[in-house]
């Protein structure tokens, strides 16, 4: 079977099995959810990511589009220790193939994620190749121009038409969605206890979703750095106030940039479904699914913003309230997909006081 | 919220002896409770009646009572204690049955005594099967269609309406206890019965069958806030109708997509909060239709379990431990990650490698009974492998299970083997794919998931690949590796010498890494080194220790023969060796035991206990030395091959371990002390290769004679002989045991001679006897099998102190260091000596709490070479001891239908318990009551005797009428009473006609029976009696000391007068 490496931009090389796809650059992360790897492929958090599964065995149990999170897989890269290609079954690796997103497998995934760990998220490339050196050689001018791509990654990610939809309850509120690369079980939440549904483009101004006029807010989750994402932060900072405000990982730390805080880089993010959090609007402590490479920095919240939701491993920051503007946010996933159900109360929590 | 400020002194209830379905798993959890609630400065009072564990040494709670778990021992334990709080949830169904027991009964009231953990209602709800359907319905949970049946009628019309096969569940019973699967009216009539009879309410859930199905678990755990993780999901290797403790099981589950296991997820939160359990830990069985994906709830357990052991050793999260913290009122994030040490508890571990668990059977030691698993769990232990992918740790764990041909020997295929799951199964499916079937060939015929018959074959066809490799390269040596294969296999399927394959693969370079157990997959740091090997990790040398490192090699699966004891002895070595400031590694592969807690050793290795495994992390360690004479045989048989590459073996030498086994040098050594003490003497004895030279060795030593095969472990194949037929039967059955190489070996059989265990500790310049323990059962019993009293009570004081001298003698000359193991028998005052193991015994955990002497710490400072000066063994005297101590025996007659419960040299129980009390009656007592005897106060007393034992017993019988006892006896019995002017009712023999014996047993006329029989035909005519007793539960005893032993607990039974006795320090 045909050779193939992950090279990091720090230097660090492995050697494994190219399995499919063609060669790629991308930020280079590990995520610990057991399941779901068809739902964290097609989270468009994951743009420009190449995702190392910690769990050793991918491609279990087939796959399935009506699990999808968006309409096309976004990660650059899949590389587990092993992925089902037997000749029951092989579709997942298949499927990967087709896309063009490189598979690398047969490798200790740990030793990946052990350097990810302690050394910090970097750039890097899975190549085919047969040899180390021309690995790197490729390695290099892959990053290269995976590095010229235009920061705002939301904006690469989202919608460019506003859509609307119909939700499930006619006495439900109305809720405008600011789409930063939005989960799909966001909208199926939202739309399941709104009477309208209405999902805008992340460079869309507070204008147009005003003349919308909606009952609440949604801030998505999407990928990249939050503070690349400059035309939706003056957007929420017009907001704000105005209507309540949810806001979710990526809408999470873009409230907070609108709102005057700052956001910092984690060493190597959250990515997973079993993060422990402290839920302060809930009055509960329960697991979450995470993904999130940036945090909001505490110190930097005004005054009448509230830390609500502590994440349990690190303590930084899940999620924060203001409760006179009428906003909040967590930086986890409470609409799960993968990951425990738990969390999904916040919507209730949510649309419960729109109207 | 912090701890309860009102709970200061808590009860924990352990779970008695060892059973199939309750085993050293709840040694592990009632260990690492107490050490947690000790270690939170509360008072912890433990009750257990089973020596043979950890939990039970006096260092691990405030005050231990080796006492029956039953209600008047633990009323007058709670009324001595007073304690704040009961903890039932850590000893098992044992623990959960006799809190209810205790809250009905009012003591709990009486007492003023909370139930913390699980109350009665969340018990009920759990245990109660319509009380959890309704649970069940209200949460929107499915199970499959069934009904509660009460009586035999009820069942006929069930049986009609919910169709075959059906699946019985009897209420209240442990390890699916006298359930089973029918597939026919017939067998259902049988299985109906019995299993009403086994309920403890009479009332049996009978259910449709849901065969086929694929079986998961999650175990759970939840604090009073609300919070609720997932500590582990298991997927089932064999599909519904197997007892999940019979199952190959994997962790974490393989097949279910997000969606499907988060549902499981969401109804299994549920679940817990509608049956009220506020903390703790629980485990939910669901099974999903491999089609459909159509989920049923089977079962829940409101306790620490079996599964939670495992998932404890598969995911680093130690269940137990927590459970007890939150039982006091913690909250999981106020409780830290024991293994990265920065995280809270609150969290649901990630894995990064995959387990397997595979049982252990014994159906060879119990001949007649049928190899078929189904819902009532059979299995005697269970081993865990550990990799990164599910073929290299399903591989490991099949190497762990130390069978005969390591790995996945071929067999003669039966397709029946393969469809009707059996111990054997698991064999016939790796050669149905070398026989070419295919995938979905193999399901239909099994409904094994697909994905784990992939993988299998995976394996197996790498098989061929390996034979026809014509040199082994470096590349595709490493591929096979990572495929789990061992070099044993490798050797075997290339017709290479193991050695061979392994030096080639360390010239290459080929070993394997050492993957930490983390909970986290690697995501935080964490410093405990809890490994397992993976061909797929890059080696690293060892981390250095400021400490000399020691290596102690556990005792792998439990066994009938091998079990807790030895697990035992480990885990006190290992805390021996700390003390002594050595760095230990243990070494073990079995989930259940307390060896294989992260917290007990330095480092901890789970890996199989094959050459292999140990000279690899024996070559990683590099250790000043390694244990073999703690856990039992398996290291023992190691020994050698770890010395011949180069490691220290502590303790006694090869050269000295061989004197004692082999047979021929040990009747040598015997032979000369017999010169300097001739009241010494060896059984006359000889070796036969064949039934011809068997048949002459009988003529010179005389019959009865007792036969063995050369290797035996627990006394497989061992029978007594009473004459040439049976001789001639000996050799027809076991003759495939039996060569020139591995000859027959014949002993004299010392009729009626009383047995004796000596256990000793030798060092440079001294010894100490731990005590000797007289057999209540006459020579013949296999040790393990009969009851033992220290200190002896028919011994003469001259016979024991022969019996020091001599084995003091014995040691010296053996040049023992460390443990040694006497099994000698005494017959008009002649000593004979039957058996020397040189390393600790399955007697040593009781002998060390009759006598208080701490062995297993003298074994080690043996080891480490320590002089008398240090040890100082002169105070360790054990006939100094002031109370009597009787080991009880636990047999698994019920699990196993088809089997005879007569005794005899083959070891066929699975546990011990411990009465200790001021004299051999009250002691004697509490080890019946201990081993679940029903001894009964009044009633009839069924006598069916051998012509030899007529005329001992009669005194018996007349003690027994004197009592108020009625007795019964069979024609021959009767007659002989009769002629004695002894009163009783007649009755048929089996072949007599009707109605006879049993019918007489099995219509519940007899309280007790007492059957002794010789001879082959005489056992098998009265095998009815027996299995009727079994099936009944009415004590049978069927040895004539053992008889009077129980006329003795009688008496003192009908005095009513007992006391509780709590363990004191060790000397």
Redesign the interface.
């Known amino acids: 079977m045909a050779r193939g490496f992950l090279v990091l931009e720090s230097g660090e090389i492995y050697q494994g099995l190219f399995r499919g796809g063609k060669s790629r650059a991308g930020e280079v992360v590990f995520n610990t959810s057991h399941s779901g790897y068809e739902e964290i492929a097609t989270d468009p958090s994951y743009f420009g990511q190449i995702i190392v599964m910690t769990a050793p065995m991918q491609g279990n149990y087939g796959i399935n589009s009506s699990v999808w999170e968006s309409k096309r897989l976004w990660i650059e890269g899949f590389i587990s220790l092993e992925i089902q290609d037997s000749e029951r079954d092989s579709s997942w690796r298949r499927q990967l193939s087709e896309a063009g997103i490189p598979i690398l497998s047969d490798l200790d995934t740990r030793e990946i994620v052990l350097r990810l760990r302690d050394g910090g998220t970097p750039w890097g490339a899975i190549v085919h190749a047969e040899i180390e050196a021309e690995a790197r050689e490729t390695a290099r001018s892959l990053i290269a121009e995976k590095k010229l791509m235009n920061l705002d990654w939301v904006h690469a990610v989202s919608r460019k038409e506003v859509e609307v939809r119909k939700g499930q309850r006619p006495e439900g509120p109305r809720i405008a969605i600011m789409d930063y690369g939005s989960k799909e079980n966001i909208l199926r939440e939202l739309a399941a206890r709104a009477s309208e549904i209405a999902i805008f483009p992340s460079r869309t101004s507070a204008k147009t979703v005003k003349d919308w006029n909606p009952d609440g807010i949604m801030l998505t989750n999407g990928p990249g750095n939050p503070s690349d994402v400059v035309a939706a932060v003056e957007t929420v900072r017009d907001l704000i106030g105005w209507r309540p405000i949810f806001g979710i990982c990526m809408g999470n730390q873009i409230l907070a940039l609108a709102l005057g805080a700052k956001t910092y880089k984690l060493k190597f993010g959250h990515r997973g479904s079993n993060h422990p959090v402290r839920d302060g609007l809930l009055g509960s402590v329960y697991v979450t699914s995470q993904n999130h490479g940036y945090s909001v920095d505490e110190a930097t919240l005004p005054k009448d913003a509230r830390v609500t939701h502590i994440n349990l491993n690190d303590g930084s920051v899940a999620g924060f309230e203001c409760a006179e503007r009428r906003c909040f946010s967590v930086q986890y996933h409470p609409e799960s997909h993968p990951g425990p159900h738990e969390a999904v109360r916040l919507f209730d929590y949510f649309t419960e006081r729109l109207l | 919220m912090p701890r309860m400020s009102d709970v200061r002194k808590v009860l924990i209830l352990g779970s008695g002896p060892i059973v199939i379905g309750q085993a050293c798993e709840f040694d592990y959890s009632g260990t690492q409770a107490c050490k947690a609630l000790m270690s939170e400065g509360l008072e912890v009072i433990l009750v257990n009646s089973n020596p043979a564990t950890i939990m039970t040494d006096p260092e691990i709670s405030t005050r231990v009572y080796i006492e029956p778990l039953t209600v008047p021992f633990v009323e007058k334990i709670i009324e001595r204690e007073r304690p704040d709080a009961v903890i039932p949830t850590l000893g098992g169904q044992t623990a959960l049955n006799l809190a209810l027991q205790l809250a009905d009964q009012g003591v709990l009231k009486r007492y003023g005594v909370r139930l913390l953990g699980a109350d009665p209602e969340v018990i009920r709800a759990a245990e109660d099967r319509e009380i959890f359907r309704k649970i069940l319905d209200k949460v929107g949970a499915r199970y499959p269609k069934s009904e509660m049946v009460r009586n035999y009628q009820q069942a006929m019309d069930v049986a009609k309406t919910l169709g075959y096969p059906l699946i019985l569940r009897p209420n209240y019973t442990l390890g699916g206890g006298g359930g089973g699967v029918a597939y026919t009216p017939d067998e259902y009539e049988l299985m109906i019965t019995r299993a009403l009879r086994e309920s403890p309410t009479s009332e049996v859930q009978v259910e449709e069958s849901i065969l086929g199905y694929k079986e998961f678990e999650l175990e759970v755990m939840r604090d009073q806030?609300?919070?609720?993780?997932i500590i582990c999901?298991i997927e089932n290797f064999d599909p519904c109708g197997v007892h999940t403790g019979d199952s190959i099981t994997v962790a974490?589950?393989?097949?279910?997509?997000?969606?499907e296991?988060?549902a499981m997820?969401?109804e299994a939160?549920k679940i817990i909060e509608e049956v009220g359990l506020a903390t703790g830990g629980a485990n939910i069985q669901f099974a999903c239709h491999p089609v459909t994906g159509e989920r049923v709830v089977i079962e829940m357990n409101p306790r620490v379990s079996r599964s939670s052991a495992l998932a404890s050793k598969a995911t680093g999260f130690p269940i137990a431990k927590i459970a007890a913290l939150l039982a006091v009122g913690y909250?999981?994030?106020e409780i830290r990650n024991d293994i990265t040490k920065?995280?809270?508890s609150?969290?649901?571990?990630?894995?990064?490698?995959?387990v397997t668990k595979i049982p252990r059977f014994a159906f060879e030691k119990f001949p007649g009974s049928q190899d078929i698993l189904t819902t009532q769990m059979k299995s005697v232990g269970e081993v865990m492998g550990i990799g990164?992918?599910?073929k290299e740790s399903f591989m490991k764990a099949v190497s762990s299970l130390e069978n005969r041909v390591e790995g996945l020997a071929p067999v003669t295929f039966s397709e029946k083997k393969l469809s009707m799951p059996n111990s054997q199964r698991l064999f016939h499916l790796a050669q149905a794919f070398r026989e070419g079937w295919t995938?979905s060939q193999v399901y239909a015929v099994t409904q094994i998931s697909?994905?784990f018959l992939?993988q299998v074959q995976?394996v197996v066809s790498h098989e061929a690949d390996v034979i026809e490799a014509k040199e082994l390269s470096k590349d595709f040596l490493l591929k096979t590796k990572r495929l789990g294969f061992s070099d044993a296999t490798i050797a075997r399927l290339r017709g290479e010498k193991v050695s061979d394959i392994r030096s080639r693969r360390h010239e290459m370079g080929l070993r394997p890494?050492y993957?930490q157990v983390d909970t986290?997959?690697?995501?935080?740091?964490s410093e405990t080194p809890y490994f397992y090997s993976s061909y797929?990790?890059?080696p690293k040398p060892a981390a250095a220790v400021s400490k000399p490192r020691v290596a102690v090699l556990g005792s792998g699966p439990n066994r009938i023969g091998q079990g807790i004891e030895f697990d035992y002895s480990c885990v006190r070595g290992v805390k021996r060796f700390q003390l002594e400031g050595r760095h230990v590694a243990m070494i073990n592969s079995n989930p259940e035991t307390v060896s294989t807690d992260y917290d007990t050793s330095d480092e901890l290795y789970f890996e199989p206990l094959t050459e292999e495994s140990v000279i690899e992390i024996l070559d990683r360690i590099r250790p000043e030395g390694f244990v073999a004479q703690l856990g039992g045989q398996t290291p023992i048989n190691l020994a050698s091959k770890l010395v011949a590459h180069g490691h220290k073996l502590m303790g006694s030498s090869l050269q000295s371990i061989d004197m004692a086994e082999d047979r021929a040098q040990f009747s040598k050594i015997c032979n000369e002390l017999n010169l300097k003490i001739p009241a010494i003497k060896i059984p006359a004895n000889g070796m036969a290769g064949s039934f011809e030279e068997a048949a002459a060795i009988a003529a010179r030593i005389k019959y009865p004679i007792i036969c063995r095969p050369s290797y035996v472990l627990g006394g497989r194949r061992m029978e007594v002989v009473e004459n040439e037929d049976e001789l001639q039967s000996y050799f027809e059955r076991h003759g495939d045991y039996i060569s020139i190489e591995e000859p027959c070996l014949m002993d004299q059989f010392l009729e009626g001679a009383l047995e004796v265990d000596v256990d000793l500790v030798r060092g440079v310049d001294w010894s100490v006897i731990g005590g000797i323990v007289e057999h209540i059962e006459a020579a013949g019993v296999h040790s393990g099998d009969s009851m033992g009293v220290l200190p002896p009570q028919r011994l003469k004081a001259s016979t024991c102190e022969l019996i020091e001298e001599i084995s003091r003698q014995l040691a010296n000359r053996i040049g023992t260091i460390g443990h040694l193991n006497l099994q000698l028998a005494v017959q008009n005052d002649q000593v004979f000596i039957l058996e020397a193991n040189p390393r600790s015994s399955r007697s040593v955990p009781f002998v060390s709490k009759a006598t208080l002497i701490p062995m297993i710490d003298l074994g080690v400072l043996a080891s480490l070479g320590k002089k008398a000066s240090e040890v100082q063994p002169n105070k360790y005297q054990w006939d100094k001891i002031d109370t009597v101590s009787v080991k009880g025996v636990v047999f698994p007659f019920k699990k196993f239908p088809e089997s005879d419960s007569i005794l005899g040299p083959e070891m066929k129980s699975t546990g011990e318990s411990m009465g200790r009390g001021a004299d051999y009656a009250e002691a004697l007592l509490k080890a019946s009551i201990a081993s679940h005897i029903n001894v009964p106060p009044s009633g009839e007393v069924l006598l069916s005797l051998r012509d030899r034992d007529k005329e001992t017993m009669l005194s018996l019988a007349r003690s027994l009428v004197g009592m108020g006892y009625r007795l019964s006896a069979t024609s021959g019995t009767a007659r002989f009473l009769f002629n004695e002017g002894i009163d009783c009712v007649p009755v048929k023999k089996v072949h007599e006609g009707r109605p006879n014996c049993v019918d007489r047993i099995r219509s519940g006329q007899v309280a007790l029976v007492i059957n002794t029989s010789s001879g082959r035909r005489a056992v098998e005519a009265s095998f009815d009696i027996r299995r009727s007793c079994i099936d009944f539960s009415i004590p049978c005893i069927t040895e004539s000391h053992a008889a009077e032993a129980l006329l003795t607990s009688l008496k003192k039974h009908r005095s009513r007068e007992f006391t509780v006795l709590a363990q004191e320090k060790m000397i």
């Not at chain 2, 806030?225 to 993780?229: I, L, R, T, Y």
């Not at chain 2, 974490?252 to 969606?259: F, N, V």
């Not at chain 2, 609150?346 to 995959?354: G, H, I, R, S």
């Open positions: 806030s609300g919070a609720f993780v999901s974490p589950q393989q097949t279910l997509t997000d969606r296991y988060q997820r969401d939160r909250q999981l994030d920065t995280t809270p609150c969290y649901e571990p990630a894995l990064d490698y995959v990164r992918t599910f995938v697909p994905w992939e995976q890494g993957s986290c997959a690697g995501e935080f740091k797929w990790a890059k």
